[in-house]
């Protein structure tokens, strides 16, 4: 069984309630690292510009880069629901990961600490809770859960604006995009 996400990128306002609940639950503290970000796309010529919004993470991707890339083995993705996850007593802080993921998912608080990234709540998962993510979201634009259940429930796609390529990674994300542009 593989989890993840869903994102309805056309009910996203933008709001960064996602990427504070986030912060907060995991104690990650103010500066650059964000477990989970939203990125704004704008696009189109005056009079026909429209913005949408994007809200990223760490994919989970069915062929994760970043554990292909790890020298030390510290980047593994769990074989019960295919979480990828950090060992932060093996990372070096190399930042190989961050260069071969498409998605900026390896986050660093600075130059010498170990790389931390999004673990679907896995201490939620655990109780039987969604992520804090998807919860705090007030527009529900988040969804997360078992691959199968949420193609059921959204049919969603592969693709959205502003999302890089998915082909070579396999991310374990459904969205239903922006419309138009």
Do not use: N
Request: negative net charge.
């Amino acid at each position: 069984m593989q989890v993840g996400f869903y994102f309805d990128q056309q009910r996203c306002t933008g709001c960064y309630a996602c990427v504070v609940a986030c912060k907060q639950w995991h104690g990650v503290p103010a500066g650059p690292a964000r477990w989970r970000r939203v990125e704004t796309i704008e696009a189109g010529r005056f009079p026909d510009l429209w913005v949408a919004h994007l809200s990223l993470s760490c994919s989970h991707c069915l062929e994760p880069t970043c554990a292909a890339a790890c020298p030390t083995g510290a980047i593994t993705k769990r074989v019960e629901d295919g979480i990828v996850v950090v060992d932060k007593d093996l990372c070096t802080a190399c930042r190989a990961c961050l260069e071969s993921c498409p998605y900026d998912a390896p986050q660093f608080r600075d130059d010498s600490s170990p790389m931390e990234k999004c673990d679907l709540c896995l201490d939620r998962l655990g109780e039987g809770l969604r992520p804090v993510c998807v919860i705090s979201c007030p527009l529900r634009a988040l969804d997360a859960g078992p691959m199968g259940e949420l193609r059921a429930t959204y049919q969603g796609t592969l693709d959205a604006p502003g999302f890089a390529d998915s082909s070579l990674t396999r991310p374990a994300i459904l969205f239903r995009p922006r419309i138009g542009g």
